[in-house]
């Protein structure tokens, strides 16, 4: 695996555990935690697709980690 995959890889695995966490009501999706991770497994994903140049992805995960970026800033503001 290249450089870029693993990067791609740790993203998509946080964003999968931070799902799995909110779906079992471990993490609260109006939390910290839960928009934290999905921000920075967003970014991740988004970084790893710039490097390969697929741009339906870098517009997901462009737009998953922005909105998840701003849910996570309300959330700080909230506490």
């Known amino acids: 695996m290249s450089v870029t995959d ?15 966490l909110n779906n079992y009501n471990v993490l609260q999706g109006n939390g910290v935690w839960y928009p934290l991770l999905n921000t920075l497994g967003a970014g991740l994903a988004c970084y790893a697709s710039i490097r390969l140049v697929y741009y339906p992805f870098i517009v997901l995960e462009g737009v998953w980690s922005l909105v998840s970026a701003i849910a996570l800033l309300k959330a700080l503001r909230l506490r």
């Open 6 to 20: 693993w990067i791609g890889a740790v993203g998509v695995f946080i964003l999968l555990v931070a799902y799995v």
